[in-house]
């Protein structure tokens, strides 16, 4: 890969074994406008996915795939996807022709003999594909549910080619899911273990690009001694009910293929720390002395390479060094601060469960739902504004159920019906919570620090789990009080923490409106369950005038 230009050795003394590769400029986020969900019937893939009939599909990307690997190296990439043992792990073969998949999937998955060894005569998912010519008007993504196959062409971008990710592990896997009765998330998973030795399991979701490897990698604030952060996933949760009707989550990945700018020693020294040695880079920009630089990780050096290669001067180029979804893919296993449990076959038991995004406006730090039916019309209303992640404008509001609306395979609808029917299946339900972190005030600037003081966050919800921390009631949800938010040693003013928690009731009912409108857009299998949850709400907020203490 060095020799054909694909690769670039870094600096063997400071990135030991690391690689800098360029992707093509129009191939440098996933493709949400080429993914298709192929079915015969189309309203199995309801609105929210685009369609293509599975015959129209094989016919199409048959055609395209003709001969495109004629010259190429095939790689063929047997991968299992969880913890050897487990009952829940899965097997699935990429065939690829290309070496910078194959390198990055080796990061990824657990490849190789152990593959095979986990087969033992059972299925598997199949997986084929081709850079081809990187032809963005002929790109195709297609995902075919009832035959476990994905085809993907004219892409070498993670999230579009490494098709253990989100085309094996959340997009098919989804549909497995509803089937058999589990859930397959776009969530983080995380122990947190407080000054007792207690840790406690939750799991995020968020939209890509917001937050999760940051809250997955956390290293506690100076203030917060004896707590730590244990990462057990930081993209995807596959989560399946133990004989006891408890939730049990196990991460499908063996690395992080997660955004880097914005990642330094301040914000995060953790994922600093890791990715010194066997990591390969994609699209960070390039120091003289041949380290990787991305926006946010310090000082400019005197000189520097963007994304693409051209000469970069602060002040004086336009745009970005590095691409704003530039990543790195390092192994989980070079994670200082991986859980113990992470191998754990059976996964780890989940206590809460935390939905999350980019809301500048609205949404407060942190909330608590009522039940598990509230719960889940939070998942569902989630809202928020769109980031580099995929190709597209950025900042801009969407609909984004429980993180998913880019990787669930099936009917958004029956999606949610999916997740209501937990109510009745499990005697141990986690919490379900909100939060978020990107709130900001009348200056335009975060109100809240992020990144470490999370756990601050975190504390609250693991001790609203434990029966502990206080709460006011209001139409939203539980929302903490100032005092069992505080922290002893956080250092942010009280009239801060008043603004982050404070529930605009009039603008609460213009949100609740969008997501009428986008509930109305599901069709006629959306749940009555959580149209009577969101009149429920609409009611509350109407007729409240106080909030409670509880
Ligand atoms: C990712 C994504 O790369 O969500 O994890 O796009
Ligand atoms: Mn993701």
Known sequence: MIADGILIKLNEEKYPNCYLHRSDPNDVARSEEATFICTENRDHVGPTNNWMASDEAHAKLLKLFDSCMIGRTMYVIPYV??????????????????????????????????????LKGGGFVKGVHSTGVLDPSNRYICHFPDEKLVMSL????????????????LRLASVMARDEGWLAEHMLVIG?????????????????ASGKTNLSMLKPPEYMKGW????????IAWIHLDSEGRFRAINPESGFFAVAPNTSLETNPR??????????????????????????????????????????????????AAHPNSRFTTSIHQYASLSPEYNNPNGVPITA???????????PLVYES???????????????????????????????????KP??????????????????????????????????????????????????????????????????????????????????????????????LRVDKVAWMDELESSRLFFESLGEGFSTVLWQELSKLMDRLRESSSANRV
Not at 87 to 106: I, K, W
Not at 154 to 169: D, E, I, T, V
Not at 279 to 295: C, G, H, Q, R
Request: charged share 20%; aromatic share 10%.
């Open 81 to 118: 996807l969880g913890p050897v043992n487990s009952p829940y792990s899965q097997v699935g073969v990429e065939l690829t022709d290309s070496p910078y998949v194959a390198a990055n999937m080796r990061i990824m998955a657990k490849v190789g003999k152990v593959a095979l060894e986990h």
């Open 154 to 169: 004219n892409s070498n971008y993670g999230g579009n080619a490494l098709l253990s990710k989100k085309c094996h592990s």
């Open 192 to 208: 947190i273990e407080d000054p007792d030795g207690k840790v406690t399991y939750v799991t995020g979701a968020f939209p890509s």
């Open 228 to 235: 730590n952060v244990w990462a057990i996933s930081d993209d």
């Open 271 to 320: 994922i600093m720390e890791m990715v010194k040695k066997n990591t390969i880079f994609t699209n960070v920009a390039l120091s003289s002395d041949k380290t990787p630089w991305w926006e946010g990780i310090g000082e400019h050096p005197r000189k520097l390479w963007d994304w693409q290669g051209k000469v970069w001067t602060a002040g004086k180029s336009a745009g970005s």
């Open 353 to 363: 469960i935390i939905f999350g995004g980019r809301r500048s406006e609205l949404v």
């Open 370 to 404: 009522f039940n598990w039916e509230h719960g889940v019309l939070m998942g569902a209303m989630l809202r928020v504004e769109t980031t580099a992640a995929a190709a597209g404008e950025v900042g801009v509001l969407r609909n984004d159920p429980m993180a998913m």
């Open 407 to 500: 990787f669930c395979g099936y009917h958004i609808a029956d999606y949610f019906n999916h997740w209501l029917s937990f109510r009745s299946r499990s005697g141990k339900l986690p919490k379900i919570f909100q939060i978020n972190a990107f709130r900001m005030g009348r200056d335009g600037r975060f109100l809240w620090p992020g990144y470490s003081h999370n756990l601050v966050v975190l504390k609250w919800i693991v001790e609203r789990c434990m029966g502990k921390a206080e709460a006011v009631e209001t139409p939203l949800g539980y929302v903490p009080t100032a005092t069992s938010l505080y922290t002893e040693g956080m250092n942010i003013p009280e009239t801060t923490i008043d603004e982050l």
